[in-house]
């Protein structure tokens, strides 16, 4: 699974996957820094990497166009290091793999995951 970090966390989230077995890449390796959403989000559905982000927009983003991608992975938490959340996002990949790759969206906090299969209806 291919995962592209959007500018909101550490370019650190890109080895702590790829130390995982996750091929990562950080949005300011492939886009510009002040680019809108939906250019990640088009990258990410031409490149088939699933976006890990803590912005709500990408959820709103999947709701208006009800695309089948690509998958979103939301992280909701104060600390959004992958010394903080790193455990959990790596659980949250494995466990919802299948639905991933399949057209997700995925709100983790640091107590459970919610998964909602793709496109999300109104």
């Not at 959007?6 to 370019?11: T, V």
């Not at 995982?20 to 300011?28: D, I, L």
């Not at 250019?39 to 999947?62: C, N, P, Q, Y």
């Amino acid at each position: 699974m291919k995962v592209l970090i959007d500018m909101n966390l550490s370019p650190r989230w890109v080895d702590f996957l790829a130390s995982s077995g996750f091929e990562a890449v950080h949005w300011s390796q492939v886009g510009e820094a002040n680019a809108h959403d939906d250019e990640l989000m088009r990258w990410a559905a031409k490149h088939e990497h699933v976006v890990l982000t803590s912005e709500l927009d990408f959820g709103a983003i999947l709701a208006a166009t009800k695309e089948r991608g690509p998958s979103v992975l939301q992280l909701r938490s104060d600390l959004l290091t992958p010394e903080a959340m790193g455990r959990a996002v790596l659980s949250a990949l494995e466990q919802t793999r299948a639905e991933l790759e399949g057209g997700a969206l995925v709100s983790l906090d640091a107590a459970r995951a919610r998964l909602r299969v793709l496109p999300l209806a109104g």
